[in-house]
């Protein structure tokens, strides 16, 4: 067996350490291309949303290098049509040509006996490979918003990206939890490193669907840019944070937040982009981004009432919906043009 799955940001390396935990024969997915998007986009059913067609062009590629087992999760705990996920995939595939298995990871609580079944593990490795790839992803996530800090304030531009990209490059190759520890001190010393003027920057929220906002493939680097832009970038949604809201049922606290605004639930993380926002315009941020895919229906909901909240609130507001028609230099013109509008807003706020 040879087992493969979606490229999904920096998160990919710990799905990478989790099946060579488990002694899987992995055939890791390559970083998402517009060639992996077009061979996606090519295959998928033209109204499904993009993350779809994405992993499709993933999968292609790995079964091109040998791959013949996919492992996808569905929704874990959320409810959209990422719940079809891997059975629209699956016949995408076998009538396309490719007899590949699926080992679909759902809402069931049967998750071990699934990885059981396809690595043979025992119960003490499979947990052992569990809190080590929870460590892996803890890391991954630190980097990351340790980087949203540096990058409006870093001296020599592009100082933190290229820490991250040797870092994350470095972390494939470990093993043990103790190299684990380790590499984490190593990387946030070199992180603490870098050199950075002390000063206060316009701070941008980023919220939306969760593999958008992600992959910064996906969405074109979209915290690299504003954070060489002189923005120091939020995101609250990620993979931990989603895992922890379904085991601590913070949607519940989240509903009655956004009460005024929405009263039911509309799928994905549609809640939470209002949540957020009402949290971003209470601390005083200076603009809000969501991204969306194309045809994502609990993002496209929610987007007139992000809309009311900014013309409520006056906080500088844009919607990016990606898909693959969308082409990286509009979308720079408009993070730009609103990098602009996002810092008349903050000066102006510094005056009164
Ligand atoms: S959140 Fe949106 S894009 Fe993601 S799977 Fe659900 S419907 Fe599709």
């Known amino acids: 067996m ?4 979606p490229y999904w940001g920096n998160y990919t390396v710990a799905f990478e350490l ?6 899987l024969e992995v055939v890791p997915p390559e970083k998402t291309t517009p060639r992996t998007i077009e061979k996606g986009v090519k295959i998928a059913p033209e109204m499904y949303c993009f993350p779809l067609k994405v992993n499709l062009g993933n999968f292609l590629e790995a079964i091109e290098k040998g791959a013949d087992t996919i492992v996808m999760p569905t929704a874990l705990g959320g409810s959209c049509r990422l719940r079809y996920y891997a059975f629209v995939q699956d016949k995408v595939l076998k009538e ?8 679909i990871f759902d809402q069931s609580l049967d998750i071990f006996s699934k990885l059981k079944k396809i690595s043979g593990a ?7 490979a569990t809190i080590f790839t929870l460590k892996a992803l803890n890391i991954i996530e630190k980097l990351e918003k340790k980087a949203q800090y540096l990058r409006p304030r870093e001296i020599e531009k592009g100082d933190t990206d290229r820490v991250l990209i040797s870092a994350f490059r470095r972390m494939r190759e470990i093993e043990k939890f103790s190299e684990l520890l380790k590499f984490e001190k190593e990387i946030m010393k070199e992180l603490n490193q870098i050199k950075i003027k002390r000063k206060k920057v316009p701070r941008v929220g980023i919220l939306g669907e969760i593999y ?14 504003l954070g060489n832009l002189g923005v120091e970038v939020h995101r609250e949604m990620s993979l931990l944070y989603h895992l922890k809201k379904k085991i601590f049922f913070k949607d519940f606290f989240i509903q009655r937040k956004i009460k005024p605004y929405l009263g039911s639930t509309v799928g994905g993380h549609g809640r939470d982009a209002i949540y957020e926002m009402l949290k971003y315009v209470k601390k005083g941020f ?3 981004i969501q991204l969306l895919p194309s045809f994502c229906m609990p993002e496209t909901s929610v987007r007139p009432i992000l809309e009311k909240i900014h013309q409520e609130t006056g ?9 693959e028609q969308v082409a990286e230099a509009g979308i720079d013109t408009r993070i730009e043009a609103f990098v602009d509008v996002v810092k ?3 000066q102006k706020k510094q005056k009164t």
């Open 18 to 23: 989790l099946a060579k935990k488990l002694n």
């Open 315 to 323: 906080i500088p507001f844009l919607s990016l919906s990606l898909d």
């Open 212 to 225: 958008t906002v992600c992959d910064h493939v996906v969405n074109f680097e979209i915290e690299k840019k």
């Open 344 to 346: 008349n807003y903050y």
């Open 96 to 103: 396309n040509g490719k007899n590949v298995n699926f080992v």
């Open 122 to 128: 025992s119960f003490f490795k499979m947990i052992e």
């Open 2 to 5: 040879k087992i493969t799955f």
């Open 286 to 288: 200076d603009g809000v």
